[in-house]
């Protein structure tokens, strides 16, 4: 049987988290929990919810930390996550978030077996993320250099590949100016707990796969 892990997974917007998360799920057989790819499926949905989440995240603003600690911890508590682990892309991204996360994880005694953070500069990311395309049913992300094989539908699930709402200019730079501010000190507070890998962003993704299995395995096999 493959083992499980339990996972965070940090880095600037661009870094390239969805890509490898997904396929990180699929390598260690536990569930991708994406706060991002949750938000836009109950936009997609129409719910209420979704409608708050929407106003956030077209204006590229943090949605606040009760609201996606509250999905967190719901998803966390599934059996999946209980029995197998999981992969945590997009959360924690602000200190009250990673202390909730914290605490959350010691009541319900799932330790964390890493915090990774994938490594980009500032300049790469925003190329990155103006060339992401995303596939608007299941996620799937894809760039104008790597397109899906047939005329932008998902090469997963035939989905509509299409640009996210708040890839613009705008939302993007506001993004970004977050992740400096909020997200990046979480890397020292996870690095003095003696908890965090770094790995280089740069490169194909089969590549960084690798990377990041290689940091993995060592972490759980010590
Ligand atoms: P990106 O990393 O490119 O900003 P995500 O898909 O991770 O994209 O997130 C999209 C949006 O969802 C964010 O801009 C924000 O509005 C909201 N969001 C996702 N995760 C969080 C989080 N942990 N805390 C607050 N807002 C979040
Ligand atoms: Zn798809």
Redesign the pocket.
Known sequence: MVPGARLVILGR??AG??TQCMRLARHYVVPHI????I??ASVKAGSEFGLK?DE??RA??????E??VGV?RERLCQRDARLRGFIL??????AA?AEALDKMLDEEDMPLDLTIDLEIDEEAALRR?AARRVCSTCASIYSTSRPPSIDWTCDNCGGEVVQ?Q??TED?IRK?LA??NDLTKPLIAWYEERGALATIDALGTPDEILDRLVAVIDARKRP
């Open positions: 917007q661009g988290k969805g994406s706060t991002g790819d938000f836009r989440a956030f995240m590229g603003k943090l949605v606040p930390d609201i996606v967190v892309d997009g959360f924690p991204r602000t978030q993320l996210r708040d890839d939302a993004r977050d992740y």
